[in-house]
């Protein structure tokens, strides 16, 4: 069981987090390509850069606008990324765990801190599940992926959560491995998911806005492949 | 939440949605590989690959858009959600255009495209108006809009386009009027002078309409549904044009005079070629700037794509209400406090507003002389659609589904305000909203903008405003500034 630990938490962690961060990184330089494709393709080169990136920061930290539509999914799930992005980062044991595998570290986050955190991931990704599947609009768009990338989350946090606590019912050992491997899976998944949105994120709006400058013979020769020739309309 | 008539009768609400409008010719067979070619010759010569790619990556499918979509929260359907319906394009792309989803597709025996889904895709698609509401709702940045568009795109070099649009757009492109309403050029004409007598009458002015002169600064298109239905908002253009000092500075050409531009609504190479007949006109002419008349999709296909369809060179784009506002705020014109004095509401045309180009505009002027001036909630970028936008409200045959679903909203916004005269800079928007007024009762009129500038405009007794060149460099619009539209 130990050795199996080693295994999960030191080279199979590492493998994970090697193909999360090549994976993201490919898809970062794929989308930095199209764009640079789109802004050669067109012919129009005047772009709002400034609202463009004004817009994508205001929706990094969107708490003005959370409480307009949905208040219940937009504010869990507004928690549910704060507290996903802190915790795994910032807890004294992974930090541990950093400097182990790639040798550096940084100052960590008090324990009460991240247990609320936990927490409140918890509570949040239970009401975001909760969405999905009882309000019946949602459940109609989401599919496998939607629930499981949660599920996989809210478990590895409660495995954390629970594995060195008295009242563990399952060795520490054993709960430890089962939170490191699920936690090596969603790091394995990061690049084939929609996770990767942690990366691409704030290239989509420059993305959607530079869509709407068309390479101007585009049209004409779309309709010329397909049918040989400008048909008359 | 369903709608319970589509509970009883499931058979037959599934045939009655399954084509929400006309379409010229019977859809042929084959239609998998037809929208699969299609969709491949699109993405290899436009833009939408790197779009769709990163779409089909980021999409995390948490339907916050159904809450700002005005058809979702009329339905309560979920297949009305913005997200669903983009899906029905991500999710062909995903299995046809990408490795990953290849792979999955042969792995879970997924068959991909069925002729099923382009039938739910053309009645989905249609019934979206586009007015890009739910992208300001959306954490991600989705444009739902945009997706909306390329889908209508495919489906119309299948030869699947509502009718009504498809025929307007042939008279346009390949009629003899070369434009959408068939109105012959001495017909425009005719109408002009017959204007230029009701406005001598109503003003005491020689207010001209000039035709065809060479070398001006503006050329105007307007809707040319405007010289049919809306000669107020004409003599309204004419009045402020000729009392800003510029009479002789504008002209409408009788070669193309329409602002219309369905392409906007559903195909980039008819967008390109109707951008491309401005163009030429205005380049007949020698113009220097196209004015626009009071219409959203007309003004903003022009300020967004003729840098396109010029060889990336801008010809400055004015819309005639940011004229109409420049003249007033260099005091050029003058309006009658005492002319309007009933309650007045101002709605926000999509394609004007949601980018924020113009919202300020057209309320500082309303609000420079309309004493009782109320906003609908919510206003400017954030406004409703009227429930006619993305070319629907052209289609007769969805006047119902205009009134009950999408217009209702709106509907209930301007009977909240109170208002007894509902503004709507926008050939598309007036139309709509005249019918959602006589649908629901309203007690309101609806008009444009010009039409209650008409009423209020008023001339010095001699009138010497012809100093035009000079004195408007001094608050130059600032045409080229980037701006999203």
């Given amino acids: 069981m130990h050795d199996m630990l080693q295994f999960a938490r030191g080279p199979l962690f590492r493998l994970a987090f090697l193909v999360m961060a090549l994976g993201l990184l490919r898809l970062v330089i794929l989308a930095l390509w199209g764009i640079g494709q789109m802004i050669y393709r067109a012919r129009d080169h005047n772009n709002p850069y400034s609202k463009i990136v004004k817009t994508t920061l205001t929706w990094l930290i969107p708490i003005q606008r959370l409480h307009r539509i949905r208040p219940w999914l937009s504010y869990s799930s507004f928690l549910f990324h704060m507290g996903l992005i802190v915790t795994p980062i910032f807890l004294l044991d992974h930090i541990h765990l950093w400097r182990a595998s790639i040798g550096i570290s940084w100052p960590g986050i008090p324990k009460t801190a991240a247990d609320a955190l936990t927490l409140l991931v918890l509570a949040a990704g239970i009401l975001l599940i909760g969405i999905r599947i009882f309000n019946p609009y949602t459940r109609r768009v989401s599919g496998f992926m939607d629930y499981f990338l949660v599920l996989l989350i809210l478990f590895i946090f409660s495995t954390g959560f629970i594995a060195s606590r008295p009242y563990n019912p399952i060795p520490y050992e054993t709960s430890m491995l089962i939170h490191v491997l699920s936690a090596d899976l969603i790091l394995l998944l990061a690049p084939f998911t929609k996770i990767a949105h942690c990366v691409l994120f704030p290239l989509v709006r420059m993305t959607s806005e530079l869509a709407w400058k068309f390479p101007p013979e585009a049209g004409k020769d779309a309709a010329i492949q397909v049918h040989g020739e400008v048909k008359p309309i | ?485």
């Fill in chain 2, 1 to 485: 939440m369903a709608n319970p008539a589509a509970a009883a009768a499931p058979e037959q609400s599934a045939k009655a949605k399954k084509y929400p409008y006309y379409i010229e010719k019977p859809l042929e067979e084959g239609r998998v590989k037809q929208f699969l070619d299609i969709f491949a010759a699109i993405l290899r010569h436009s833009n939408y690959k790197p779009l769709l790619d990163i779409y089909s990556r980021v999409v995390t499918r948490c339907a916050r858009c159904a809450g700002g979509c005005q058809i979702y929260q009329a339905t309560g359907d979920p297949e009305d959600i913005p997200c669903y319906r983009s899906n029905l394009l991500l999710g062909v792309y995903r299995r046809h255009f990408t490795l990953g989803g290849w792979l999955r597709g042969r792995i879970l025996g997924d068959p991909g495209l069925q002729e099923s889904t382009i039938d739910e895709m053309l009645d989905a698609f249609y019934h979206c108006t586009g007015c890009r509401r739910c992208n300001l709702e959306c954490p991600m940045g989705l444009d739902h809009g945009l997706v909306m568009r390329l889908a209508r795109n495919i489906l119309s070099e299948m030869g699947i386009v509502p009718k009504a649009l498809l025929v307007s757009v042939r008279e346009q492109l390949q009629g003899k009027t070369a434009n959408t309403s068939a109105i012959p050029a001495p017909a425009m004409m005719d109408t002009c002078e017959f204007l230029e007598e009701e406005l001598a009458d109503l003003t005491g002015q020689k207010i001209h309409f000039p035709i065809d002169r060479e070398d001006v600064e503006y050329v105007f298109f307007p809707a040319v549904s405007d010289y049919l239905l809306e000669p107020d908002t004409l003599m309204g253009n004419a009045a402020v044009l000729y009392a800003a000092g510029d009479q002789d500075n504008w002209t409408i050409g009788t070669k193309y005079f329409d602002g219309i531009n369905y392409g906007l609504f559903y195909n980039d190479a008819i967008l390109g070629r109707i951008v491309e007949k401005e163009i030429a006109e205005v380049r007949r002419l020698r113009g220097k700037k196209i004015l626009i008349g009071e219409c959203g999709h007309a003004s903003r296909s022009a300020k967004a794509f003729v840098p396109t369809f010029n060889g990336g060179e801008a010809i400055p784009v004015v819309s005639i209400q940011e004229y109409t506002f420049n003249a007033l705020e260099q005091g050029k014109i003058t309006l009658d406090p005492n002319a309007v004095t009933e309650t007045v509401t101002y709605h926000d045309p999509c394609n004007l507003a949601r980018s924020g180009w113009i919202v300020e505009q057209p309320r500082k002027i309303l609000k420079s002389f309309v004493k009782n001036f109320v906003e609908m909630e919510p206003h400017g970028a954030e406004n409703y659609c009227c429930g006619g936008g993305g070319g629907t409200v052209s289609l007769d045959e969805v006047h119902d589904y205009r009134m009950k679903v999408v217009g209702k909203i709106k509907a209930e916004q301007m009977r909240a305000t109170g208002a007894e005269i509902i503004v709507a800079p926008c050939a598309n928007c007036k139309k709509q909203l005249k019918e959602l007024v006589d649908y629901y009762k309203i007690p309101a009129t609806v008009v444009g903008l010009h039409d209650l500038i008409l009423r209020a405009i008023r001339f010095p007794e001699k009138n010497g405003a012809a100093t035009s060149e000079e004195t408007y460099e001094a608050g130059e619009i600032k045409e080229n500034s980037p701006v999203s539209v």
